[in-house]
């Protein structure tokens, strides 16, 4: 198995520095994997660092336009548009972050009085997280168009919960954390970035 899978392998498993080391180690053997420059991207995007994503992605992005379509498989093809997809979602995804990010810091032209939030009490007990942001508006806009481009979420529901100082955007529940991992891999098949967690 090639370090860009293992590596994305324990990522799934939720073995975020394992994964950080083997894809660092694949993309550093070769730069031009687009493979492992997307995972260590999403690695670093889904823990904070969406600095350290977006020249990994953009990377993507260009080894995919200089590529010779018309000497690669029609698999290969496909395969590459799909990476070009994900990498575009997902710096469109940072910049909408940084946006929501830049506006919760300008001051309020008055104050507003919030209504409180009720706290949920019970969280999943094992979950797949799709994303993580600073900005409440943004994460519930997220999953509504998650939910209205009918992903394959089967009986699941998605939740946006303030963890961490983050509001992240988890979908549940699963009875294991096998499930949500196999249910990830299928989200992932569809192109959409996400990790399994469990409490």
Known sequence: MELSDKGYHAMVAGDMEKAETLLTQAVAENPNNPHALLNLGALYHNTDRAEEAVPLYERVLEIVATSD?????????????????????NLRLIEQE?????????P????????????????????IQIGAFTSLEAAEQVSRGFR???????????????VDGLNKIRIGPY?????????CHQLRS???DCFPGGN
């Open 69 to 89: 379509s018309e000497s690669m498989t029609e698999a290969r093809r496909k395969e590459l548009q799909r990476l070009d997809r994900i990498a575009r979602e």
């Open 98 to 106: 940084k946006i929501e990010a830049e506006r919760a810091l300008e």
């Open 108 to 127: 309020e032209p008055e104050p507003v009085k919030e209504i409180p939030r009720a706290e949920i009490p019970v969280e999943f007990p094992y979950w």
């Open 148 to 162: 209205e481009q009918q992903r394959p979420l089967g009986q699941r529901e998605i939740r946006v919960l303030r």
């Open 175 to 183: 009875t294991s954390m096998d499930e949500a991992r196999n249910a």
């Open 190 to 192: 569809a192109g959409v």
